[in-house]
């Protein structure tokens, strides 16, 4: 290696690495913030707490390499030509681009690793982290319950609409579902208010109810007396139920029984996925064509009839020919059968459009593990030109352009994959489509920086308008006029 080649990497090295180590530390900020409520009031010691975030860093790294290759190529290269060591290299007969072959090298050998990185780290600890989040949310069931969903906690489905006080332990407007030993939920428990009273050293948690009603479904042996659906309603000021935790304080925080999302899985894995996702869709359309059409009744008209020579005109209607109360009952079957018809689309139309998402989703993982090694390539080369032209070093300018042009990258890429898990965008398009904005970008900004152009020539832009004031006689040729 040439000692220009050894500078210039060394140079883009320890700037690489130190700004890799501070996003990294300010997105892990952000992961702590976004998950403070699962961590704090749960006596986790500092093990549990640090492996919680061990576990979610390496998602991070998608976000963090791009930012960090385009940051340190316009920080390095716009140093190299603030203090005029590109052209000092220039005056010694070598160009850009062979200043930039090192970097290239070293650019495509990071952009193999993170490919690497994207197919088997990040599924290890998307695996890893989900599993130790539902752990922890079971560790103790009092500080999960969610306001406004029902909480199954034990052998009750607990509702509350707000959570006041300095532990959260005061409850708004709760709603217990208890569950039976013989199954199902036939007792229903409404109160206006609701207290939380418990120790950490304690598996009993119990909850004290005030201003409520209790219902309780009543099922008598006689099957006559089901149709009026009996039940029992009692009021009461203050109701306490005691609430055993110590099934869920026994919590191991090393299971790993759950591996059902997109984020856990390797290409392989997601190819695999997507085809079975994609043939159980396919078989669930064959059926339900084939329900809707026995639905309509088709297949049925031809085993009572029997064909005629003669034709029958319904001049005055079919339902003429029957008498009110037949014709009423017949109106009264097709409305029903449409009407069951038109339910079951809607309820198909949900369950196919989830059975959509689901497969998008996958497909879009699938992409971001490609598109992630390659616009670690595309943003060197719109970083690398962009330093060298814009001339400035340093922080300041180009963590500005830096941040706006990764903001633009990054958005564009959200958008995108939120549209295509409706199916508004194919996902390959929707995955490419930021990398594939930016690849003009680069070819762009790397052929103006070779030729030794500027960012923008103006001059091109303001001579049309300068014929046409000559034209008017509104702009004069100073050089003339002398």
């Not at 009603?213 to 009021?235: A, C, G, M, V």
């Amino acid at each position: 290696m040439k000692i220009l080649d050894r500078y210039i990497l060394t140079s883009f090295l320890k700037t690489f690495f130190s700004v890799f180590i501070i996003l990294m530390f300010i997105f892990v900020l952000q992961t702590i913030w976004l998950y403070i409520g699962e961590l704090a009031g749960k006596d986790l010691d500092a093990e549990i707490i640090l492996k919680f975030l061990l576990y979610f860093s390496p998602k991070l790294v998608p976000l963090v390499l791009p930012l960090t290759i385009l940051l340190t190529s316009i920080m390095t290269f716009g140093s190299f030509a603030e203090n005029y060591e590109f052209a000092a290299m220039k005056s010694s007969g070598i160009s850009l681009g062979r200043a930039m072959r090192s970097l290239t090298v070293f650019i495509v050998f990071i952009s193999f690793v993170a490919f690497f990185f994207a197919n088997n780290v990040i599924p290890a600890a998307e695996f890893k982290s989900i599993n130790l989040r539902k752990n922890i949310a079971q560790l103790k069931p009092a500080m999960a319950i969610s306001e406004g969903i029902f909480n199954d906690i034990g052998a009750f489905n607990i509702k509350v609409e707000e959570k006041t006080g300095e532990n959260d332990q005061y409850l708004t407007d709760v709603i217990i579902h208890q569950k039976k030993q013989t199954g199902g939920n036939t007792t229903v428990i409404k109160a206006k208010e609701g207290e939380l009273v418990g120790s950490t050293e304690s598996d009993v948690l119990s909850l004290i109810l005030k201003e409520g009603n209790y219902y309780d479904e009543i099922k008598p042996s006689d099957y006559e007396k089901r149709k009026n659906k009996p039940f029992t309603k009692s009021y009461f000021d203050e109701y306490i139920i005691n609430i055993d935790l110590s099934d869920f304080n026994n919590v191991n925080l090393e299971d790993e029984s759950y591996s059902s999302t997109h984020g856990m899985l390797k290409i392989s894995e997601l190819d695999e996925s997507i085809d079975s996702f994609s043939v159980a869709y396919n078989n669930k359309m064959a059926e339900f064509k084939e329900s809707m059409y026995q639905r309509t009744g088709v297949k049925n008209i031809q085993i009572n009839y029997k064909p005629k020579d003669t034709i029958v005109a319904f001049e005055d209607g079919l339902l003429s020919h029957y008498n009110t109360f037949d014709g009423a009952q017949i109106v009264n079957l097709a409305l029903g059968t449409v009407n069951s018809a038109l339910a079951h689309l809607g309820m198909k139309k949900q369950e196919f459009k989830r059975s959509v998402q689901q497969v998008n989703k996958f497909e879009i993982a699938l992409h971001e593990k490609y598109a992630l090694s390659v616009a670690c390539i595309v943003l060197f080369f719109v970083g690398a030109p962009l330093g060298a032209i814009i001339r400035k070093g340093g922080i300041g300018l180009p963590i500005v352009v830096a941040i706006l042009l990764f903001l633009t990258y990054h958005f564009i890429g959200i958008f995108a994959k939120n549209s295509a898990e409706d199916g508004s965008v194919p996902a390959f398009i929707a995955t490419w489509l930021s990398t594939f904005i930016m690849l003009p970008l680069g070819i762009y900004l790397t052929y103006r920086a070779t030729t030794d152009q500027g960012l923008f020539v103006f001059d091109n832009i303001l001579d049309p308008f300068k014929k046409l004031f000559k034209k008017a006689g509104l702009f004069k040729d100073k050089s003339k006029s002398e």
